[in-house]
């Protein structure tokens, strides 16, 4: 047999899920190993940018790690509003009771920042239990003996064995599509985000969102203003920068064959936002990012043999209409994991951690959270498309125009009930029609003209920083049938622009033509929305190698 | 382990930062001197040792004392343990020869013989790739040293610690399909090749690199250059004046010419193939060398 590198823990991933799990595991004395294929923590990792503290959880980001707050995230958030758009038409609503709903604190994060600062703490914190962090270090695989999971491979290590491993290597888990947990396989379980980091100095900030300098806002933003596809925008105040971006169901970004980056563009050129830029616009960072739907895809037992999933690696990102939380639930499940080993390996039976996990996560709330019991019950029915129609007509007609009136109020109470929104379906009509025609009925016309242009994808692209290695992608069927979706769904990809990922081709053969998709993986961000939509073998380049977000 | 690798201060010949006057001659005064660029990868070759072996590195160079800064750049970017600095006027205009000697008797200065001595492939400024070898030959005729084997163009290094051999991979005619492998016993002197990489398998390996590298950070940024660098002069090394520095040196610079421009910067005319006179006195100009005078 051969003599592998032993470590009692191997954390993969230094998000902060990883950050958590591997912390407390030193602070129980485990001697942990994190890896991290970035060339810093947080190079590869994008978030939208809101960081929850949750009354109700077990664990919180400034509990494990104490002066987070102070040194390594942007401006608390207190402030919450949707602004529910027809045209020029415009209805805010609060929902400052939903966002303070079983909110102890609230920040807005850059990933960059936030994770590498993370990292500095548990390399610290590790290295006294004989492990440590390393980066620029690609995990590619599970490594078993007699069919079980003993350990993990990698690109530029030999084969490492550990008691327990810990997958917080995010939403395009390798490690959890290898242990058959998770698959790529349905657009409907996903969302993607695209984000822009825009440059405002924060005395600025101050001035146009009328807050002081430790105050920040969070706007969201629905309507008709994303032609039809499902979902929405987002924006947050950082210290000097400002995040905005949108986020919709894969399926629907996949069916409408919409372009991402058109529909930010159509979020960031729209009136209602001359009142923050005032003509003026410098956009630092361009990204992308898929968001598992908790709902359907987060495991209810996320674990096999030594292999524990945590974070966005076992779909833990509750999205549900406005509520969009996500690293809160991983820094819970890191602290749940490494809690379960810890527990487990006192009881002589380290082998246990992966119930011992589950139940964790079932008696802390945290599975409630991310699959709402609500959801289940009532997707059958309001997700069909009788009901949606239904509502749909009922929303158009005068009827449900004076309604809509008259319980503006009650509308705006609905959105702040976490337990009507766990019941959210996701449908056309509650994303697009419902504020549509809230933003209609009940909404004030924006004057303002929104003069801004937003850089051209090329650009975009462009300005990331990339690490070019062998093409880590392959596409296996290229025929337009399988593929093509691609090439618009991608959001470093467009129809008719040759600089991307994914590019259409006509090829002639003996005079038949044949539309073909090829691909260039070097623009790539690493999102893994062809992982879905396209038919691909899909990995992460090597470590070090690949995009390098600077602001995440 | 213990460890030492050889290293120079060259003339800074990156872009933006050598300075040449009119006539194309090197400007020192205004030009930076840094480590030797090929030495950084000796070092390198030193630490990867250090990291798997455990041991001690030590940094050793002939010079002026602004070479002190040289050595404190080794340190930073790469590692040292310590610092040595082999300097005075009577070593000054050395030739490789006398800087071997000089080096070789520093060497054996040292409390402890290394097991491993490191050279890069020949400096930026001088181009000879002398001075390694040439030391390694000075070692062999020093009878208070222990001879030992030169492994050149080193491109990948173990050590078997308990065999005490060193199992080298060299590239053989600079084509990296040309690659041999071989083995010496220990100590010995290794020459890296520019192709040199550290290879880290294991973790516990980037774990020590990682340490090691925050470490020597600390401690060349804390360095007092005054304190904390050993230097000898001639005295110290009971070294002969006339056996070193100008009078020591064999070799004799009788004058310096340029280099002939390249071709792509000679002048050219340009003709047109469709214009009948310029093609004639172009083969008009060939003419001449047809005939093999």
């Given at each position: 047999m051969t003599e592998y590198e032993h470590y009692e823990a191997v954390v993969v991933g230094a998000g902060p899920g990883g950050a958590t799990a591997a912390a407390t595991l030193a602070e129980q004395g485990v001697e942990t190993l994190v890896l991290e294929r970035?060339?810093?923590?947080?190079?590869k990792n994008v978030s939208g940018g809101l960081l929850y503290a949750e009354?109700?959880?077990?664990?919180?980001i400034d509990n494990v790690f104490p002066g987070i707050r102070e040194a390594a995230t942007e401006r608390p958030v207190d402030d919450h509003y949707i602004h529910n758009i027809s045209g020029n038409k415009v209805k805010t609503f609060d929902l400052g009771e939903l966002h303070h709903h079983d909110t102890e604190w609230c920040d807005a994060v850059l990933r960059r920042k936030m994770d590498s600062w993370l990292a500095q703490r548990v390399h610290e914190k590790t290295r006294e239990t004989g492990g440590g962090l390393l980066t620029?270090?690609?995990?590619?695989g599970l490594l078993r003996e007699g069919g079980q999971i003993v350990g993990v491979t990698l690109d530029e290590l030999d084969p490492i064995t550990a008691d327990i491993i810990i997958?917080?290597?995010?939403?395009?888990s390798e490690l959890a599509r290898d242990a058959g947990?998770?698959?790529?396989?349905?657009?409907?379980?996903w969302f993607q985000g695209v984000k822009a980091v825009v440059e405002m100095d924060p005395e600025t900030i101050n001035d146009r969102f009328d807050i002081s300098d430790d105050e920040g806002d969070a706007h969201l933003f629905s309507g008709?203003?994303?032609?039809?596809?499902r979902g929405g925008g987002f924006l947050y105040t950082n210290e000097s920068s400002l995040s905005i971006g949108t986020v919709f169901h894969l399926d629907s970004i996949a069916d409408e064959r919409a372009e991402p980056h058109e529909l930010l563009d159509n979020l960031l050129t729209h009136p209602l936002m001359d009142q923050w830029f005032e003509g003026e616009y410098e956009e630092r960072e361009y990204s992308a990012k898929l968001v598992p739907d908790s709902k359907k895809?987060?495991?209810?037992?996320?674990?096999r043999g030594r292999l524990l999933l945590v974070g966005d690696a076992a779909g833990q990102m509750q999205a549900q209409g406005p509520v969009i939380k996500g690293m809160n639930h991983a820094v819970t499940a890191g602290g749940l994991a490494a809690e379960a080993f810890a527990e487990a390996k006192a009881r002589?039976?380290?082998?246990?951690a992966g119930n011992l996990y589950e139940q964790k996560l079932d008696a802390e709330g945290v599975m409630e959270k991310l699959r709402p019991p609500r959801y289940r019950a009532t997707r059958a029915l309001s997700e069909s498309d009788a009901v949606s129609n239904i509502g749909s007509k009922l929303l158009d007609s005068p009827v449900g125009g004076v309604g809509l009136k008259l319980f503006g109020s009650v509308v705006e109470k609905a959105y702040n009930s976490p337990y009507l929104l766990g019941m959210i379906p996701d449908t056309r009509l509650t994303y697009v029609d419902v504020p549509t025609r809230i933003g209609e009925v009940l909404g004030s016309e924006v004057v303002d003209e929104n003069e801004i242009e937003p850089p051209e994808l090329d650009d975009r692209i462009g300005d990331l920083t990339y690490n070019v290695?062998?093409?880590?992608?392959?596409?296996l069927d290229n025929s337009f049938e399988a593929s093509g979706t691609a090439v618009t769904a991608c959001p470093v990809s467009a129809q008719?622009?040759?600089?991307?990922c994914y590019r259409e081709e006509t090829i002639k053969t003996n005079g038949s033509e044949k539309k073909k998709v090829s691909l260039d993986t070097?623009?790539?961000?690493?999102?893994?929305t062809c992982a879905v939509v396209a038919d691909t073998h899909w990995e992460h380049p090597s470590g070090g190698k690949g995009v390098e977000f600077k602001q995440g | 382990m213990h460890m030492v690798t050889l290293t120079k201060g060259v003339p800074d010949f990156r872009e933006g930062k050598v300075s040449f006057d009119e006539?194309?001659?090197?400007?020192r005064g205004k030009t930076p001197t840094v480590m030797n660029p090929n030495d950084k990868i000796a070092l390198k070759a030193a630490l990867q040792t250090k990291v798997r072996q455990g041991g001690t590195v030590s940094l050793m160079s002939m010079g002026p004392p602004g070479y002190k800064e040289v050595l404190q750049e080794g340190m930073e970017d790469v590692y040292a343990d310590d610092l040595y600095l082999l300097s005075d006027?009577?070593?000054?205009?050395?030739d490789t020869w006398a800087t071997a000697m000089t080096i070789a008797t520093g060497i054996d200065q040292l409390e402890e013989e290394p097991d491993l001595i490191f050279a890069g492939f020949?400096?930026?400024?001088?181009?000879?790739?002398?001075t390694g070898p040439q030391t390694n030959w000075c070692i062999d005729i020093n009878e208070d040293l222990t001879d030992r084997p030169i492994i050149t163009h080193v491109i990948s290094l173990e050590i078997d610690d308990e065999e005490e051999t060193v199992r080298a991979k060299r590239l053989v005619e600079g084509d990296i399909s040309e690659i041999e492998t071989v083995e010496a016993d220990l100590p010995a002197f290794i020459v890296t090749d520019p192709e040199f990489e550290p290879s880290y398998r294991k973790a516990d390996h980037r774990l020590k690199y990682k340490d090691l590298r925050e470490e020597t950070q600390e401690r060349a940024e804390n360095l007092d250059l005054d304190e904390d660098v050993t230097v000898w002069n001639h005295e110290d090394l009971n070294?002969?004046?006339?056996?070193?520095?100008l009078d020591g040196s064999?070799?004799?610079?009788s004058g310096v010419d340029p280099i002939p421009k390249g071709p792509s910067e000679r002048e050219a005319t340009m003709i047109d193939p469709d214009d009948e006179a310029g093609m004639e006195s172009v083969f008009e100009e060939l003419n001449q060398y047809a005939a093999g005078d």
């Open positions: 970035g060339v810093d923590a947080g190079s009354e109700s959880a077990p664990y919180t620029e270090v690609r995990v590619n997958a917080a290597d995010g939403v395009n947990l998770m698959d790529w396989d349905e657009p409907e379980e008709d203003l994303f032609d039809g596809v895809v987060a495991h209810p037992s996320p674990h002589g039976n380290p082998d246990a290695d062998d093409p880590h992608i392959e596409v008719g622009f040759g600089g991307g070097q623009p790539c961000v690493e999102c893994g | 006539d194309g001659h090197l400007e006027r009577e070593m000054g205009a050395a020949k400096t930026a400024d001088g181009e000879t790739g002398h070294l002969d004046p006339d056996f070193i520095g064999p070799t004799i610079v």
